[in-house]
């Protein structure tokens, strides 16, 4: 099923503007000063449809969306 969320990602992902030179490595999370930041999009861009859990680094910053987003679907954050 095709969300309004779904089409909200969908359209991000097309007007975001892409640099070459600063390509995210596939499978990382975005840094921010030199932490990992997590927000929603990034979360379902990488879960499995059957996770109940994601590993994160131990100094990572959680987008309070994220959390939320976390929580309603019940998922375990797992701080490494």
């Known amino acids: 099923m095709f969300t309004q ?11 975001a503007p892409r640099k070459a ?4 490595r596939k499978g990382a999370f975005p840094e921010a000063r030199g932490r990992t930041f ?4 990034e979360i ?3 879960l499995t449809g059957g996770a109940r859990s994601l590993t994160l680094p131990k100094d990572a910053i959680v ?3 994220a959390v939320d ?3 309603l679907n019940s998922i375990e954050i ?3």
Do not use: G
């Open 63 to 65: 987008s309070p969306l």
């Open 5 to 15: 969320d779904d089409l909200i990602d969908l359209l991000m992902s097309h007007l």
């Open 21 to 24: 030179a600063q390509a995210p």
């Open 44 to 46: 379902k861009k990488r």
């Open 38 to 41: 997590v927000t929603e999009y």
């Open 78 to 80: 797992i701080r490494e």
């Open 69 to 71: 987003w976390l929580i």
